[in-house]
T-cell receptor, first 111, second 114 residues
Framework: QKEVEQNSGPLSVPEGAIASLNCTYSDRVSQSFFWYRQYSGKSPELIMSIYSNGDKEDGRFTAQLNKASQYVSLLIRDSQPSDSATYLCAVTTSGTYKYIFGTGTRLKVLA | KAGVTQTPRYLIKTRGQQVTLSCSPISGHRSVSWYQQTPGQGLQFLFEYFSETQRNKGNFPGRFSGRQFSNSRSEMNVSTLELGDSALYLC?????????????FGSGTRLTVV
């Protein structure tokens, strides 16, 4: 089992819809969770971090964390074609300095 | 505030050669991590340096090595290059040693081995 798993996609959504990206992790003691966006040919860019159960909102982005079920998700409201990118989930475990990335989900927002 | 600077941006090397890549983190960031990114494998962790010490290492052969200088700048070296080393090499810096607050990535070095 991979430590951080994401569906590779592509996930296609129409412009204006909500895009829902999911990530599961295997280490129960994971403590910090991140979402990165990577445009084709560019480097990853941090867009959200979440550390405790529940929702965290930042503009059109909402990160959701459920430690009991070991998943973290990213919702993108009012999706725009400019949101088309690969979204990487990353998980860290305190004290081990391990920072594990998933392989990413490719999102396509159709105009 | 300057971002993470990686040099060079592109490299073409021949099998068997060695290569050194450089990374200058954001000013004040003491943690520098290196990743290899390929289409099939995604982001693979190479190693992390914090205050000139290697704190964590991924599952790469000994041909891959790195170091960090007192000014937090880091270099990564790959010896005896193989075709499979062709990849985008990304450097990431963070202010907290474990990347707890997230990474800032450089633009990467695209290495092609022929």
């Amino acid at each position: 089992q991979k430590e951080v798993e994401q569906n590779s996609g592509p996930l296609s959504v129409p412009e204006g819809a909500i895009a829902s990206l999911n990530c599961t992790y295997s280490d129960r003691v994971s403590q910090s969770f991140f979402w990165y966006r990577q445009y084709s040919g560019k480097s990853p860019e941090l867009i959200m971090s979440i550390y405790s159960n529940g929702d965290k909102e930042d503009g059109r982005f909402t990160a959701q964390l459920n430690k009991a079920s070991q998943y973290v998700s990213l919702l993108i409201r009012d999706s725009q074609p400019s949101d088309s990118a690969t979204y990487l989930c990353a998980v860290t475990t305190s004290g081990t300095y391990k920072y594990i990335f998933g392989t990413g989900t490719r999102l396509k927002v159709l105009a | 505030k300057a971002g993470v600077t990686q040099t060079p941006r592109y490299l073409i090397k021949t099998r068997g050669q060695q290569v050194t890549l450089s990374c200058s983190p954001i000013s004040g960031h003491r943690s520098v991590s290196w990743y290899q990114q390929t289409p099939g494998q995604g982001l693979q962790f190479l190693f992390e340096y914090f205050s000139e010490t290697q704190r964590n290492k991924g599952n790469f052969p000994g041909r891959f090595s790195g170091r960090q200088f007192s000014n937090s700048r880091s270099e990564m070296n790959v010896s005896t290059l193989e075709l499979g080393d062709s990849a985008l090499y990304l450097c990431a810096s963070s202010s907290e040693g474990q990347g707890h607050y997230g990474y800032t990535f450089g633009s990467g070095t695209r290495l092609t081995v022929v």
